[in-house]
Nanobody, 126 residues
Framework: VQLQASGGGLGQAGGSLRLSCAVS????????MGWYRQAPGKERELVAV???????DYADSVKDRFTISRDNAKNTVYLQMNSLKPEDTAVYYCNAEKLCYYDYSQNPVCLGFPSWGQGTQVTVSS
């Protein structure tokens, strides 16, 4: 099972970028999915989270600019980032909580710890 993030890159202030994170494997269920970010010299922080039922929550710094969504059929979470600011520059990580899947022996496995993607760089120029 892997989380593969994509969609990062260079954006301009006021512009938009869209991140995607797909969970590979034979997935049984995923609880919350989210996006975190880590800027140079700073701690990783929560950007947005979405429950399996679609409830969302955002960091104050991105409210009304970013939108998190998910496609449960595709086991994919998205982050639409609008009105980008230079301070949004960071490595963005996707996250999945309580991930349950079938292993290679077709046994159900549920992880008791969060799963993380590899990170995708977002750089916003002024």
């Amino acid at each position: 099972v892997q989380l593969q993030a994509s969609g990062g890159g260079l954006g301009q202030a006021g512009g938009s970028l869209r991140l995607s994170c797909a969970v590979s494997g034979i997935i049984l269920s995923i609880s919350d999915m989210g996006w975190y970010r880590q800027a140079p010299g700073k701690e990783r922080e929560l950007v947005a989270v979405i429950t399996s039922g679609g409830s969302t929550d955002y960091a104050d710094s991105v409210k009304d600019r970013f939108t998190i969504s998910r496609d449960n059929a595709k086991n994919t979470v998205y982050l639409q980032m609008n009105s980008l600011k230079p301070e949004d520059t960071a490595v963005y990580y996707c996250n999945a909580e309580k991930l349950c899947y079938y292993d290679y022996s077709q046994n159900p496995v549920c992880l008791g710890f969060p799963s993380w993607g590899q990170g995708t760089q977002v750089t916003v120029s002024s």
